[in-house]
């Protein structure tokens, strides 16, 4: 596996353009698929990621440093990480902050933040929270797999030119 994106690597201002693209199976410490780093901020339309993973966070994708990509039309399904299954966007002062169209999360994992929950002790609770979480989704304010903390049967979409922000913890 690779130290750092298993299939694309953007460092300083690399802002690639990518369509109708498949990452399945990539493997990294960090970025599954995609690290961004330095202002990095790739476009994306159509891609598919799934079953790609990170040791540390990112399952799919890694963004930090004001890296900001742009993903339309994209699916994020199976991917897992130790901290954003689906994705992981920096700190809550490095000015990452995805703009995301039309993307679905769906049954990504993380062992911290920003997966699908494995497992609830309060059914009740889960159900409430992942409510709570689908709606920040689609408010535009949450990071990780975007459906951070919810079951893995459930799915966030994000409407056209909702922007991602950080994870909230419960």
Known sequence: AANEGGAIYCLESSS????DCSFTGNSARIGGAIYCLESSSPTL???TFTNNSATSDGG???CFESSSPTLTDCTFTDNEAFS???MYNGSWTDGSSPTLTNCTFTSNSADDDGGDEEEAEDEAEAEEEAAAVAAAALDGRARGAAAARTRPSSVARTRPGSRLKQAMSP
Do not use: K, N, R
Request: net charge negative; hydrophobic share 30%; proline share 8%.
């Open 60 to 62: 799919a994708i890694y």
């Open 45 to 47: 339309t159509d891609g």
């Open 84 to 86: 954003g299954g689906g």
């Open 16 to 19: 690639p353009t990518l369509a």
